[in-house]
Protein backbone atom coordinates (compact mmCIF):
# COMPACT_ATOMS: atom_id res chain seq x y z
CA UNK A 1 0.00 0.00 0.00
CA UNK A 2 1.09 3.52 -0.71
CA UNK A 3 2.26 6.13 1.80
CA UNK A 4 0.39 8.91 1.60
CA UNK A 5 2.97 12.05 2.06
CA UNK A 6 1.34 15.57 3.34
CA UNK A 7 3.62 18.54 2.87
CA UNK A 8 5.01 19.89 6.04
CA UNK A 9 3.11 22.75 7.87
CA UNK A 10 5.12 25.23 10.20
CA UNK A 11 3.33 24.57 13.78
CA UNK A 12 3.64 27.05 16.22
CA UNK A 13 5.37 26.95 19.07
CA UNK A 14 4.19 26.94 22.97
CA UNK A 15 4.94 29.74 24.18
CA UNK A 16 7.39 30.34 27.13
CA UNK A 17 9.42 32.93 29.34
CA UNK A 18 10.76 34.52 26.51
CA UNK A 19 8.02 35.59 24.60
CA UNK A 20 5.99 36.63 27.43
CA UNK A 21 6.92 39.81 29.63
CA UNK A 22 6.47 39.61 33.15
CA UNK A 23 3.70 40.85 35.08
CA UNK A 24 2.67 41.39 38.72
CA UNK A 25 0.73 38.63 38.59
CA UNK A 26 3.02 36.29 36.92
CA UNK A 27 5.99 37.47 39.27
CA UNK A 28 3.70 36.78 42.81
CA UNK A 29 2.72 33.31 41.53
CA UNK A 30 6.48 32.29 41.05
CA UNK A 31 7.15 33.41 44.64
CA UNK A 32 4.49 32.03 46.20
CA UNK A 33 5.34 28.48 44.69
CA UNK A 34 8.89 29.14 45.89
CA UNK A 35 7.79 30.07 49.62
CA UNK A 36 5.71 26.99 49.69
CA UNK A 37 9.21 24.95 48.89
CA UNK A 38 10.83 27.47 51.59
CA UNK A 39 8.09 26.45 54.09
CA UNK A 40 8.89 23.13 54.56
CA UNK A 41 12.40 24.47 55.89
CA UNK A 42 10.82 26.41 58.16
CA UNK A 43 9.00 24.26 59.37
CA UNK A 44 11.66 21.86 59.75
CA UNK A 45 13.36 24.40 61.93
CA UNK A 46 10.67 24.95 64.13
CA UNK A 47 10.07 20.96 64.68
CA UNK A 48 14.04 21.11 65.70
CA UNK A 49 13.32 23.48 67.95
CA UNK A 50 9.99 21.19 69.49
CA UNK A 51 12.03 18.50 69.67
CA UNK A 52 14.94 20.04 71.26
CA UNK A 53 12.17 21.71 73.52
CA UNK A 54 11.13 18.58 74.80
CA UNK A 55 14.62 16.83 74.94
CA UNK A 56 15.68 19.18 77.94
CA UNK A 57 17.87 21.87 79.00
CA UNK A 58 21.28 19.69 77.01
CA UNK A 59 19.38 19.93 73.81
CA UNK A 60 17.44 23.07 74.24
CA UNK A 61 20.56 25.22 74.82
CA UNK A 62 22.13 25.11 71.52
CA UNK A 63 19.34 25.49 69.49
CA UNK A 64 17.83 28.36 71.49
CA UNK A 65 21.62 29.89 71.06
CA UNK A 66 21.68 29.51 67.04
CA UNK A 67 17.99 30.79 67.06
CA UNK A 68 18.77 34.35 69.15
CA UNK A 69 21.92 34.60 67.24
CA UNK A 70 21.85 37.64 64.76
CA UNK A 71 21.93 35.09 61.99
CA UNK A 72 18.78 32.88 63.31
CA UNK A 73 16.59 35.99 63.74
CA UNK A 74 17.46 36.74 60.59
CA UNK A 75 16.57 33.30 59.43
CA UNK A 76 13.18 33.22 61.48
CA UNK A 77 12.60 36.89 59.98
CA UNK A 78 12.85 35.59 56.75
CA UNK A 79 10.42 32.96 57.52
CA UNK A 80 8.01 35.00 59.17
CA UNK A 81 8.02 36.92 55.80
CA UNK A 82 7.80 33.78 53.78
CA UNK A 83 5.06 32.30 56.18
CA UNK A 84 3.03 35.74 55.33
CA UNK A 85 3.99 35.86 52.03
CA UNK A 86 2.46 32.32 51.34
CA UNK A 87 -0.47 32.89 53.23
CA UNK A 88 -1.96 36.21 51.69
CA UNK A 89 -0.87 34.55 48.31
CA UNK A 90 -3.17 31.63 49.27
CA UNK A 91 -6.37 34.11 49.89
CA UNK A 92 -5.74 35.59 46.46
CA UNK A 93 -5.93 32.62 45.29
CA UNK A 94 -8.84 31.43 47.22
CA UNK A 95 -10.93 35.33 45.75
CA UNK A 96 -10.01 34.12 42.18
CA UNK A 97 -11.40 30.76 43.05
CA UNK A 98 -14.89 32.02 43.78
CA UNK A 99 -14.61 34.10 40.33
CA UNK A 100 -13.59 37.54 42.27
CA UNK A 101 -10.71 40.07 40.90
CA UNK A 102 -10.36 38.69 38.03
CA UNK A 103 -10.32 42.22 36.24
CA UNK A 104 -7.21 43.34 35.31
CA UNK A 105 -6.64 46.37 37.59
CA UNK A 106 -8.06 44.51 40.16
CA UNK A 107 -6.15 41.44 39.58
CA UNK A 108 -2.56 43.26 39.34
CA UNK A 109 -3.62 45.57 42.59
CA UNK A 110 -4.08 42.04 44.60
CA UNK A 111 -0.52 41.05 43.21
CA UNK A 112 1.12 44.07 44.69
CA UNK A 113 -1.16 44.28 47.88
CA UNK A 114 0.08 40.49 48.59
CA UNK A 115 3.97 41.93 48.54
CA UNK A 116 3.14 44.74 50.72
CA UNK A 117 0.80 43.64 52.92
CA UNK A 118 3.59 40.40 53.86
CA UNK A 119 6.12 42.66 54.44
CA UNK A 120 3.59 44.97 56.71
CA UNK A 121 2.39 42.18 58.81
CA UNK A 122 6.24 40.90 58.80
CA UNK A 123 7.18 43.96 60.41
CA UNK A 124 3.94 44.51 62.69
CA UNK A 125 4.60 40.65 63.95
CA UNK A 126 8.10 41.27 65.10
CA UNK A 127 7.13 44.37 66.45
CA UNK A 128 4.35 43.19 68.77
CA UNK A 129 6.77 40.02 69.50
CA UNK A 130 10.00 42.52 70.19
CA UNK A 131 7.54 44.59 72.48
CA UNK A 132 6.02 41.55 74.38
CA UNK A 133 9.26 41.09 75.50
Do not use: C, N
Request: avoid cysteine; charge should be positive.
Amino acid sequence: MAEIVRPAVARPLSPHLQIYRWTWTMAMSVVHRITGVALYGGTALVAIWLVALASGKAAYDPVAWLYGSILGRLVIFVYTWILMHHMLGGIRHLVWDFGHGMEPGTRIAMAKYTLVGSAVLTVVIWAAALLAR
